[in-house]
């Protein structure tokens, strides 16, 4: 019977561990949550990179390969151009531009 309860005990661990790292839709696995850290510092490198945009000014968020742009910006023009510049960084599926024109 003891064995029984040690076996038990370790399908159910295992299958805790194993659901632990699956992905689902509330949260990422450790693949796509490295994926989007990726594609996130490539967005803060091209907005960086890009004159006209006070990239300190600009928050970017990544899930799911989204990219979400936050924070302020001097004119509708450089809110177009930070969504453009992120809609062109490789692996970037879409982009929600929520930045404000001040």
């Known amino acids: 019977m003891n064995k ?5 005990a370790i399908v159910l661990a295992s299958m805790l561990a194993l659901t632990a790292c699956a992905e689902t839709t509330s949260s990422e696995s ?9 594609i996130t ?14 990239s300190l000014q600009i928050g970017v968020e990544t899930y799911k390969d989204v990219v979400q742009l936050s924070g302020f910006v001097n004119s509708p023009q450089a809110k177009t151009r930070a969504g453009d510049v992120a809609a062109n960084v ?4 879409a982009v929600r531009n929520d930045l ?3």
Do not use: C, M, R, S
């Not at 490789?90 to 599926?93: D, E, H, L």
């Open 90 to 93: 490789a692996g970037v599926k």
């Open 30 to 38: 450790t693949g796509a949550y490295v994926d989007d850290a990726t």
């Open 41 to 54: 510092a490539k967005v803060k490198a091209a907005i960086l990179g890009e004159p006209g945009l006070k």
């Open 4 to 8: 029984t309860l040690n076996v038990a």
């Open 100 to 102: 404000v024109v001040k």
